[in-house]
């Protein structure tokens, strides 16, 4: 069998059809894939950590409102800045923003941020109201 065309580039082709037609299930277009993001729930906290890589601290806005935390920001094009033409590209540039919906009530004035190796991690302490309550049955 020939191959008319470079592998690599029907194989990339593809894996971009593939995004588009699954980009904007269940969330809006273009907020699907960046960034990346773990949540974790425990008894205390909520733990959120999101990877941002190429990205400083002072290019990413955090804020919660209404029980959603949004992420976003804006990733700078190096080739542009550096005046090369793009021979490959998969990671995402220009503007982002990706919100999530928390799973309990959350102190607002307590919650923390912190980045380290292109790792953004929110702390969001459990509201006293949202901590699992033990229940203990009265023997008559």
């Known amino acids: 069998m020939l191959w008319n065309t470079d592998v690599f580039s029907e194989m990339e082709r593809l894996r971009r059809d593939m ?49 959603v ?11 542009k800045a550096k005046g090369m033409a793009v021979v490959r590209q998969e990671r995402s540039e220009g503007e982002f923003e990706k919100t999530f919906r928390i799973p309990a009530k959350v102190k607002q ?21 949202a901590k699992p309550k033990t229940i203990f049955i009265e023997a008559k």
């Open 19 to 67: 995004n588009n037609l699954f980009s904007d299930y269940g969330e809006a277009a273009g907020t699907a894939t960046f960034p990346l993001m773990n949540v974790y729930d425990s008894k205390d906290t909520i733990i959120v950590t999101a990877e941002l890589p190429g990205i400083t601290k002072d290019q990413v806005n955090i804020t919660v409102a209404d029980g």
């Open 69 to 79: 935390l949004t992420l976003s920001g804006e990733t700078k094009p190096l080739a």
């Open 109 to 129: 004035d307590a919650i923390a941020a912190s980045f380290a190796n292109g790792i953004l991690t929110i702390t969001l302490p459990k509201a006293e109201e």
